[in-house]
């Protein structure tokens, strides 16, 4: 019961700090819509090459684009902690009774509903572009972006605590988050790679949420990959918030 | 309200183990002004950490707030209120909403919280700037914000860090008067600092701390007379330690000390010692660059313990 209600009041708090700069909503948009723009349209002479997937060049591609979406959100949510950090803030919460769960919690739970309304501006925009969503699709959709997001996020905010400088922080998640996007089969699907990448790609959590994704908007709703990936971002999602959690209960000296 | 035995904190590092805090026996009582004196690096801010439950003791005992710190930290959260050296606020939140955050985290339902908070910006006088980012503060005002979200949940016991650390003169007078309110209505108050004067015009009882341990303890009158009598500093150009090795062995001088080409002889009677160190000097052909009779102060209790100035140590 005061672990909810610390977590809604964290909530509230890191919302409100997001909202009184709500240019972040619109900056994490803008790389994908760049995707949208300047990358997509190479994909369309590429339908007909066999292995593509079917479905059309934008039903193949946003879904995808919407778990890098995910990935690149949360895996910069620790720079805002790092900054509370030396501004003493964490230091002030973790002397006060609040549950040290809500400390991870109530940015989490921020960080994803960033990432879902961040979802459905791209899904709208790639409408005219030609996506067909489906309900289902969409619904499916922001349950793995959601799933992401806890994950990805409360891992970020593990690595911000241990590190607690933008320098090392910065380069560990650019250098982790490259090859978790490249060998998520996000740009052009992994059924075009060589059967060597194919293999290393199926060590990466993302991929089955890649293929989830895109087998939901592709009219293959009830495959068991979406159920495969749906349980792979709840797993990694449940690693996460521990990891994170612990971070947070121990001291920080 | 705050009762230590042999607190000890170790740090571990590559280097091998740093002993930060070396066995703290502390107690202080409901209601009065503690003060931690003592050079950066003494340990202060790491036993201050340990009894506001931020970091865990390597071994001893303590009980904060009538709670046992190492069994029910938990318990002792409620009834402290902690304001950092390096602030509490995020700069793009308003002052009024960290308070109100501030007392929610504590239960407080929102109606409660929003009345605290005005009374906290009333008497803190913050109402100019309450509702404007922090990051738009000034030094004391921010000082005062962080003093405030400290005070929210109306704790009985309060840790302030160097509260006056950073600040002009004009504010750390302001923030004395402050902590002297707390004392009024019965807040005990438990601080450090490196100041001598603040510990001095402050406190009610200092703890004076170096390489982790306590050295000296009582108010700060009692220390001073412990160091007993008057302090005449001999200066000469480049012989104070021949000075030193003089005048240590004549029968009027209690105790010396030689530091920044400056020795500092402890007398019972300046008046009369004067004379007599100016016939010592003078019979060797040593010329005398100054000489000055100086009341005990707190530095020279610090001298008298660990044998450097505090000045310097810092």
Known sequence: MKMLRD????????????????????????????????????????TETPGFPSGGAYNVFVPG???????????????????????????????????????????????????????????????????????????????LVALIGLGMSSLAYAAALALKSEDSYAPLIFTLSLPLLLLSGVLLPLQLAPEWLQHIAQANPLSYAVTAARDVFNGHGADPDVFKGLAIMAALAVVGVLVGARRFSRAIA | MIETHNLRKT?????????????????????????????????????????????????????????????????????????????????????????IMQGRLYGMNKARAQQRAIELITALELADCADRATKTYSGGQKRRLDIGIGLMHLPQLLFLDEPTTGLDPQSRARMWEEVRKLRDIGTTVFLTTHYLEEADALC?????????????????????????????????????????????????????????????LYVDRGETAMPQILRVLDAEGIPLASLSLNRPSLDDVFLRQTGRSLRDAA
Not at chain 1, 28 to 35: E, I, K, R, T
Request: proline share 5%.
């Open chain 2, 11 to 99: 740090f571990k590092s590559r280097k091998g183990a740093v002993e930060a805090v070396a066995g703290v026996d502390l107690d202080v009582k409901k209601g009065e002004i503690f003060g931690f004196l003592g050079p950066n690096g003494a340990g202060k801010t790491t036993t201050l950490r340990m009894l506001s439950t931020l970091l865990p003791p390597t071994s001893g005992e303590a009980t904060v707030a009538g709670y046992d710190l190492l069994h029910n930290a938990a318990k002792v959260r409620y009834e402290i209120g902690y304001v950092s050296q390096e602030g509490s606020s995020a700069p793009e939140v308003p002052g009024r909403s960290e308070l």
């Open chain 2, 204 to 264: 009610d009882r200092i703890a004076i701390i170096d390489h982790g341990k306590i050295v000296a303890l009582g108010t700060p009158d009692e220390l001073k007379r412990e160091v007993a009598g008057d302090v005449v500093v001999v200066g000469t150009d480049d012989a104070s330690d021949r000075v030193l090795h003089l005048l240590r062995g004549q029968p009027f001088v209690r105790e010396a000390t030689v530091g920044d080409g400056l020795v500092r």
């Open chain 1, 65 to 143: 684009l919407l778990i890098q979406l995910g990935l690149f959100g949360a895996s910069g949510v620790g720079f805002g902690l790092i900054a509370e950090l030396r501004a003493g803030v964490i230091e002030r919460f973790r002397v006060t009774p609040v549950s040290r769960f809500a400390l991870l919690l109530g940015r989490a739970l921020r960080d994803i509903l960033t990432l879902v309304v961040q979802s459905l501006i791209l899904l709208l925009l790639a409408i005219p572009f030609g996506l067909h969503p489906t309900v289902s699709g969409v619904f499916v959709m922001l349950g």
């Open chain 1, 7 to 46: 977590t809604w009041l964290m909530f509230q708090r890191y919302l409100m700090v997001f909202l009184r700069n709500p240019a972040w909503v619109v900056i994490g948009v803008l790389q994908p819509v760049l995707y949208l723009v300047l990358f997509a349209p190479l994909l369309k002479s590429l």
